[in-house]
Nanobody, 126 residues
Framework: VQLQAYGGGLVQSGDSLRLSCVVS????????LGWFRQAPGKEREGVAC????????YYEDSVKGRITVSRDYGKNTFYLQINSLKPEDTAVYYC????????????????????WGKGTLVTVSS
C-alpha cells in the first residue's frame, strides 16, 4: 500500500484548507484511512478516521466541529477539510491506512494503522 498526503501550505488564520490523500497498491476492500498531525515539538496525534467501504467517520474531540473527512471511492482519494484554521493547527499532516480494526474507527485511529504516507506541512499564520 502506498499513500501520499497533498495540499499543505501557508495559510492565514481563519482560512479553510482541504488536504488530499491518494491510496494505491494492493489492499483490502474494508480498510480505514486515518488522518494525523504532528505539531512542532509535540507528539503525533490522530484527528479523524474514515471507513473506505461505507464512508462512516470518527473524529477526535480536539478537532470535532472544524474538521470533516470524506472520500471519493472511485478515485481512492480521501480528503481532510479544516475550517477556521488557527495557528495551533500548524503541523505536518499525515494519512495512514489500517486493515486490522475494520469498522472500529476509534480503535483504528488510536492504536492501529499499518501503512503511512509522507506528510504535508500546514502552516497557519496569525
Amino acid at each position: 500500500v502506498q499513500l501520499q498526503a497533498y495540499g499543505g501550505g501557508l495559510v492565514q488564520s481563519g482560512d479553510s484548507l482541504r488536504l488530499s490523500c491518494v491510496v494505491s497498491g494492493e489492499r483490502q476492500e474494508d480498510y480505514a484511512l486515518g488522518w494525523f498531525r504532528q505539531a512542532p515539538g509535540k507528539e503525533r496525534e490522530g484527528v479523524a478516521c474514515i471507513s473506505n467501504s461505507d464512508g462512516k467517520a470518527y473524529y477526535e474531540d480536539s478537532v470535532k466541529g472544524r474538521i470533516t473527512v470524506s472520500r471519493d471511492y472511485g478515485k481512492n482519494t480521501f480528503y481532510l477539510q479544516i475550517n477556521s484554521l488557527k495557528p495551533e493547527d500548524t503541523a505536518v499532516y499525515y494519512c495512514a491506512v489500517d486493515e486490522e480494526y475494520g469498522s472500529n474507527l476509534r480503535l483504528a485511529l488510536r492504536v492501529g494503522m499499518d501503512y503511512w504516507g509522507k506528510g504535508t506541512l500546514v502552516t497557519v499564520s496569525s
